[in-house]
């Protein structure tokens, strides 16, 4: 099974939530590779329906329909029906992640293919260009209206071509975030990077994932989507009043969601859970950038409280569980870019962090951006 899965502005963070949900779901991933924001797949067993609307990072997913030289390609694509449609219309988009000439070819043959097939067909483009963390320049990820949209990967030894079979439905996520009744922009975490926290945490269906610091509930609300129990907790009782308020809203079965108005470095619970996604006080909200020693002092005060809540329920992670949570980034006047010592915290809890981590999560322009860490208990 050879699939595409088109990521999105923070492509090395999607791709790791990408290989964590592949893990978690048993389906082994045979070869891989990566050319700007597109990664390429070969898994055991074939994805299942709607995998999209599971992954955070995810814009698009394709499958491959045909690979080889240009030449091998077009001979297989001559006797392969490309388009399954009724209508006789057809408007079409092309998603090159290959070499810039390639795209002429593809472009080329479609036209004349659907020529002969007698189709209206239209070939549309994406509009314009968006800029990745990574700083790279990618065709803007929200396609134009088209019922059809395919792509090419690889390079002249090796050209993949595929459709896309499934699109992150951005409207819906949309809806749930705004129109839910507890809203705090300025502090929660949006469903897109609740949903990468979850994922990377490998917590499956039906199982417990705690969040120690819940807040108005982002995070319980994409596990409870994913028929994930959950553990919220937060120190702050308007907080969890909000949250209440918003999970009774999903109407979410209240046999799996449990919500504590506690302080995570304190309270002692008996629950086990099969991990923990978070995302953690990272200090004030800043309107300027800091002086490097009150940008120090917040990241003290931050693994300070990181080693305090994960010592607090070490006792209560199964085996092989992870710790999944942001981290303050912390922009000087500068434009260095600084981060806590994950070490520390690591050495304190005597929990590693996984390899790969922690990954940067900001945007051009934030003063507090995050960190990404993932550790293994
Ligand atoms: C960044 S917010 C969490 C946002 C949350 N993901 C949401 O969707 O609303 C951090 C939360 O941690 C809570 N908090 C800070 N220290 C805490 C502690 N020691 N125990 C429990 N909650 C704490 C704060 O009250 C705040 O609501």
Known sequence: MKYLFILGRNSE????EVRAFMEKEENKILFEKKEKNALFLETKNPIKKEVVDFLGGTISIGEVLEEGTWKELFT???KKQIYLGESNKLNYLIWNFSEDNSYNQISDYLKARFRSEKLKATEKHASGFIKTQEGEEVRNLRSPNVEEEF???GDKNKIYFGKIIQKCDYEKIELRDTKKPVRRPELSISPRLAKILINLSQVKQDETLLDPFC?????LQESLLQNISVVGIDRD???IDGCKQNLIWFNFDKNKYKILNSDSTKINLA???SGIATEPDLGTILKKTPTPNEAKKTLEDFEDLMIKVINNFKKNLKPNSKIVFTSPLIRLHTGKRISCNGERISNATGIKIAPGFPIDEFREGQIVGRQIFVLNR
């Open 215 to 219: 807040g108005i509930g982002v995070i």
């Open 13 to 16: 963070l999607s791709k790791e």
């Open 271 to 273: 629950e086990k859970f």
């Open 237 to 239: 009782k308007k907080a």
């Open 151 to 153: 792509f090419i990967f």
């Open 76 to 78: 297989k694509l001559d």
